[in-house]
């Protein structure tokens, strides 16, 4: 299992008692979907490791873990480190929700302006992501919120917006006068 082909699930944060458990820190919207969750994936620098859980008590976005055949004497290793789930067990999304990764490609329909070119990712800023399109060599800037956001057509592969008044032309513009 490569890092490409999963998502990142959260960090194990520190030791939890004498036991051998563990806290993890699950960086997902519902942690309630892993309550029964069986397995996951550690980072090291040697690639991604799976790891067993023996059980698991969630509260709220953490969790303190047991996993099989690790004891005290593995935790310090493990304490820190990234954990990684397969994509194919994101939990599916419907209507305009979707997940970053997902929409990789997708063409981008403004209101005003029409096609304006296809998602090449998504950048994580701290305010707020930010959709980058790509219209031949322009990159276009768009913010992902909802009132942006009108609908995501998954079949067409297709992302319908209402871009800022402006915010396109800014784009448009500059590019128009470097030619």
Known sequence: MTKEECYYLGR????????????LFLD?????????????FVETKNGLVPYFVK??????NKA?????DVGNDELPGLMG???YLPLDLLPKLT?????????KGFKV?????????????????????LFQIMNGDIEILVPVIDQVIKKVDRDAKT?????PNGLIDLYLEDNNKKC
Not at 159 to 163: G, L, M, N, S, V
């Open 81 to 83: 480190r990234d954990l």
């Open 95 to 103: 209507g305009n929700q979707f997940y970053f990764h997902e929409i």
């Open 28 to 40: 997902v919207d519902n942690p309630e979907e892993y309550e029964q969750l069986d397995l996951f």
């Open 64 to 68: 303190v873990v047991a996993l099989e």
């Open 159 to 163: 992302i319908y917006i209402a871009a």
């Open 55 to 60: 059980s698991l008590r969630l509260n709220g």
């Open 12 to 23: 194990i944060t520190k030791p939890f008692g004498v036991k051998g458990e563990m806290v």
């Open 109 to 129: 329909v403004d209101e005003q302006h029409g096609d304006i070119g296809q998602v090449a990712s998504v950048i994580e800023y701290p305010a707020q992501p």
